[in-house]
DNA sequence: GTGAAAGCGCTAACAA
DNA sequence: TTGTTAGCGCTTTCAC
């Protein structure tokens, strides 16, 4: 009774000696009979649950974790979370690790390599058992990454990867996907396209380039090289790659977007410019908003499995976690489907052309 | 050299120590030089910081949040994640958090009560400094929210809050805008009004109704029993609350859905049966998507201030805790904004209402 | 079945 | 300016 009274400096943070002093008998038990342990006999069991409830204990994972050299938790890196992209596959992992009674911690770069860093540090620093990173589309330092693998620490890379050996993949099949987009474009019957692309140093501009000429190639295409714009995947990315599009004074007949938000920036250029999807131009983009289907008009999209990329980014961090020794590599890859609505599933813009050209 | 050769488990994590063993000093001028403690000379702390680096330290958050007694860690709990709504306010409260170096532990409920308790409790555990909660559909049980409170561990509540005394929250002025949303159509000559609403017993349900009787009130029209609908904030909601309306064969001029989400449902339900928006029935919505204006037709809608009530929820929550003694719970409410696209701009449903009505 | 001792990596108070 | 001593709350041997 009198042998310990401890001030509980900030709040009251019940502890495992509370409870153990409570019913004289030592921490160990304590410890032991709230994990389960074999050890402990169930009348012991119950009643020192009946206690903890009783007194609101809340096991310290700080504790818990230094002591036990793990933390449960897996990191996550993404370059936004406001894009229904990066939502929905956020909420394949967090579905995926609540199963696996998994704690994630989640943080976002804002596509913005220098605080990318930083957040890798940080969950470093927490010590979280594994790592999921999609990379900011300005990442070219690598060496980090290097770093956290030399450590032992999972580290599985998702849609945005880097060129790298050693390392999980999680991706959807950018390739194929740009390719199936382009090659229904071309059998519908366009000719004169664009295409609105990332950055090539990153891997789904570079793959969604690959596909879109690949296309082009196979079926003896001709490409315009002032039709193919480089540029980041927002918005405004969109928008301006539009307009320069449009500057170049000859425009083509159907622009292939690169991300979803790069065509709703095409919808927002040809609005200011008074020219009507898919009558001037017709669009067509890889990856979905979750409401394609009512905008006006209606966007067809290749279509990635987006939640299912989280789950699988997850259960490859923790397949590695769980044999850390014999780490072998993977490499997923998603299949993607082309999702037809009202643009691109027929030649409109052609005929049309003259008139846009006559402005 | 030979004092201790520990063998290091899993990977390898550096240590105080192995910094202090390799400069010949002791931990706690390796623990004060790397935190920039005045007591130790530049000289030393370079040299510090140095070896560091060269190992690649990475302090264990674990160790240091257990010595500090604090985890400079907030978490945070949502009902759902892909959704703009949420999407754009968990943005804000990063932006804040990274601003002020504290990091983020963020889960979501999937508006399930259960899982939410059991977000509360891990966070808890992590002995986070403070949480920001925004309820789940489903949560009745308000008792685990006393316990944090006397625990002295600062909780903000918002967008979804609970009736109760002693905590902070941060809400959009969800009457005023759902009044001024439903006195816009009143004042441009809508009568017949339906309210595809939320459940009465969340906040925001319950004030977006307010409003909306407010202004029927005010303005002295009538509220037809059979055009106030309650249900969830989902686009099934919405779906199903529309196709209710159908159901009493009576269709309204216009609809006002209590969230985006629930708004789109009616846009499916209305495709559906070959209904035309807003020729048929008209329609606004509390909230916004993001590229509303690109819908078919453009959606005019009461806009919140999401990105801003995240920030704030995180600022009144960090306050709180630099004054946990002397709290005083606040209550803020941000203020709203109608936007008119083409949606609910004239009256138009009202003369084709017969023909809704001879199908 | 239970407990004592040691230690996880760090910080805070106090000496030197 | 630097180091010593004690923990933070928990888990993990290993002895009883």
Redesign the interface.
């Known amino acids: 009774m009198s042998q310990k009274q401890k001030t509980h ?5 019940i502890t495992l000696e509370d409870i153990a002093n409570r019913l004289g008998v030592s921490k160990v038990t304590v410890s032991k009979a709230l994990r389960g342990h074999p050890d402990i006999s169930a009348g012991m069991v119950k009643k020192i649950k009946t206690v903890a409830l009783e007194l ?1 204990y ?6 818990r ?2 002591s036990s ?1 793990k ?1 449960n938790t897996i990191g996550v890196i993404v370059p936004k ?4 992209f990066f ?2 596959v ?2 394949g992992i ?2 995926a690790a ?1 199963q696996r009674n998994y ?6 770069s ?1 596509e913005n390599a220098e ?1 990318e860093l930083q957040h890798v ?2 969950l ?4 979280v058992d594994g790592l999921i990173l999609s990379l900011s589309q300005q990442t070219k330092d690598y060496s980090v990454f290097h ?1 956290i693998r ?4 999972p580290l599985t890379f998702m849609d945005r990867v880097p060129k790298l050996d050693g390392f999980n993949t999680v991706v959807a099949d950018d390739r194929a996907g740009a390719f199936a987009a382009v090659e229904h474009a071309i059998n519908i019957g366009y000719r004169e396209i664009a295409h609105l692309g990332g950055y090539l140093h990153t891997n789904i501009g570079n793959e969604r380039s690959r596909g879109f000429l690949d296309a082009m190639k196979q079926y003896g295409v001709q490409v315009n090289p002032d039709w193919v714009v480089r540029g980041g995947f927002d918005e405004t990315d969109g928008y301006k790659g539009f307009m320069k599009l449009h500057e170049t004074g000859r425009l083509p007949e159907l622009v292939f977007a690169v991300t979803f938000p790069v065509a ?1 920036g095409v ?2 250029a040809m609005k200011e410019l008074g020219l009507k999807i898919p009558k001037d131009v017709d669009l067509i983009c890889f990856g979905n ?3 394609n289907q ?5 966007m067809s999209y290749i279509d990635q499995p987006t939640y299912e990329l989280g789950q699988k980014a997850f259960e490859l961090t923790l397949e590695n976690l769980q044999r ?1 020794d014999q780490f072998v590599p993977q490499h997923i890859k998603l299949p993607t489907r082309l999702v037809l609505c009202e643009t691109c599933t027929k030649k409109t813009a052609g005929q049309k052309k003259v008139r846009a050209l006559q402005r």
Not at 103 to 108: F, G, H
Not at 150 to 153: F, R, S, T
């Open positions: 400096p900030r709040g009251f943070q609101g809340y096991p310290n994972f700080m504790a974790n230094l050299q933390s979370i406001a894009h229904h939502a929905s956020i909420e967090y579905d609540f704690e994630i911690i989640l943080t976002v804002q605080r540090n940080s470093l620093s927490m010590r770093t030399d450590k032992g620490i709703l919808y927002r908003s979750g409401l009512f905008l006006d008009p209606p850390r």
